[in-house]
Nanobody, 124 residues
Framework: VQLQASGGGLVQAGGSLRLSCAAS????????MGWFRQTPGKERMFVAA????????YYADSVKARFTISKDNAVNTVYLQMNSLKPEDTAVYYC??????????????????WGQGTQVTVSS
């Protein structure tokens, strides 16, 4: 599967952005999906995950109640709606896919497929 992330940009604190990750290749419903983020010099950190069917989700504590992950298998896209953004949300955001598990969860090492990343910058 090939993943293409988009939707990043510059936003003021308190604002919103919606990231998209479009997939091509094998049937999208075969993949559990995740969003991760990374800042320079730090490890890639888990943000949110969703199962193959889009019915179950899981979030990092730092984004819970502010971010929403969703998956539309009809258009081969996973989304990350980000509200009430904070400067500490500034990072490169990556989408990831896994076809070995119905729900993959928080570990980046379990996701074999990655998008190219999209920059999110939140100004104070």
């Amino acid at each position: 599967v090939q993943l293409q992330a988009s939707g990043g940009g510059l936003v003021q604190a308190g604002g919103s952005l919606r990231l998209s990750c479009a997939a091509s290749g094998r049937t999208f419903s075969s993949y559990a999906m995740g969003w991760f983020r990374q800042t320079p010099g730090k490890e890639r950190m888990f943000v949110a995950a969703i199962d193959r069917g889009g019915g179950s989700t899981y979030y990092a504590d730092s984004v819970k109640a502010r971010f929403t992950i969703s998956k539309d298998n009809a258009v081969n896209t996973v989304y990350l709606q980000m509200n009430s953004l904070k400067p500490e949300d500034t990072a490169v955001y990556y989408c990831a896919a896994d076809d070995a598990r119905y729900f993959t969860g928080t570990s980046p090492t379990l996701y074999p497929y990655w998008g190219q990343g999209t920059q999110v910058t939140v100004s104070s």
